[in-house]
């Protein structure tokens, strides 16, 4: 029985790559000559006259099976994560030809370690560049981890997630920002041991966290896996004590429709002398004043009607007024204001 499909023919290597600058497609270059053209390029990042910007990102996708599209992609746009290596295909006596690469274009470049070795890749090709430290390949949140090289690899990764997901000291104008919401440590630590880049970053003005010290219970029998105790005196005391920074804004425009002409302000005139301790004169709540759920904390009256109306607060947990801002672009009447209000809280995570 002959078949009746017809016999395929599978295509060779195409004659030509193309090439993209920052996502479109400018021509295209013959796939003998790509690699000429893509040292040529490099020797121009590195050079004192070129007019090639330095951190012109030249990734050179080579033809492989099943692997990703090839081509030439040229990335000029602005913010884009870079990092320098030396550049050792190119001969030079002070051996300084540092380039900027980007992160797509690293993938398919050989790097090799300062010190000379192959990286446990021994069929590898010739390196063309060489890290200028051997830490040069991480992220700033792996240099922070001290004696990565005593620890298993899967350690030192989660240590990068969970950097990412502490509470940490976000800000330091946080008085001075109006962020929907916003978390902030109240007892940060600084590590004992640390590494260089933990300096040179500088990250103790941003602290990440709070170390708890785990006493381990030995010859007992007893293994608490993912599990710790906390002393509740030190929690008391305030030990991974933070808060949540929430901004309330109240605009008396948006609550008047079109048809509405009345004259509402900030005031509190003819409620409740009981309301004295939660609303202040101008209408607005006392700053560090705790306010319970469905509790008064702000009044609003009208010069049209004469009629004064009181605002709760709606939520399930009591809040604590850190400031309160008035915007004064409407120097008649006081017509927005914005308050944020502070929510205790402890998170404790491994």
């Not at 990734?59 to 602005?78: D, E, N, Q, R």
């Not at 991480?138 to 997901?165: G, I």
Request: with cysteine; charged share 20%.
């Amino acid at each position: 029985m002959t078949p009746s499909l017809p016999k395929l023919v599978q295509a060779g290597p195409p004659e030509v790559l193309s090439v993209l600058l920052d996502g479109r497609v400018v021509g295209s270059i013959p796939s003998s000559e790509v690699e000429k053209v893509v040292g040529h390029l490099r020797r121009l990042k590195v050079s004192a006259t070129s007019m090639i910007t330095d951190d012109l990102e030249v990734g050179y996708v080579p033809l492989s099976l099943g692997g990703a599209y090839p081509g030439l992609y040229l990335f000029t746009s602005p913010a884009r994560f870079v990092r320098p290596v030396r550049n050792i295909s190119i001969p030079s006596e002070e051996s300084q030809n540092i380039e900027l690469i980007g992160p797509f274009e690293q993938v398919f470049m050989e790097i090799r370690c300062p010190d000379g070795g192959d990286g446990g890749r021994r069929n590898a090709f010739p390196a063309t560049h060489e890290e200028i430290h051997p830490t040069g390949m991480l992220s700033v949140v792996a240099n922070l981890t001290p004696w990565s090289d005593h620890n298993q690899s899967p350690r030192n990764m989660y240590q990068c997630q969970m950097a990412k997901q502490t509470m940490a000291f976000s800000s330091q104008a946080i008085h001075f920002r109006a962020d929907q919401k916003l978390y902030h440590l109240q007892t940060p630590q600084t590590p004992i041991v640390r590494t260089s880049s933990y300096t040179r970053y500088g990250v103790d003005e941003y602290p990440t966290g709070t170390n708890a010290i785990v006493a381990v219970l030995a010859y007992t029998g007893y293994d608490m896996e993912d599990a710790m105790i906390l002393n509740k005196s030190s929690v008391e005391r305030g030990m991974c004590r933070g808060q949540i920074y929430q901004t309330e804004t109240i605009d008396l425009a948006d609550q008047r429709s079109r048809s509405d002409r009345s004259q509402k302000m900030f005031r509190r005139s003819n409620v409740d002398k009981s309301m004295h301790s939660l609303i202040d004169v101008d209408g607005l709540p006392n700053v560090g004043q705790i306010i319970q759920p469905n509790e008064p904390y702000y009044c609003t009256y009208d010069e049209v009607t004469s009629s004064t109306k009181t605002y709760s607060r709606k939520g399930s947990e009591p809040v604590i007024v850190d400031y309160v801002a008035v915007d004064v672009k409407n120097k008649k009447h006081l017509q927005k204001v914005s308050g944020q209000p502070v929510d205790w809280l402890i998170l404790v995570g491994q």
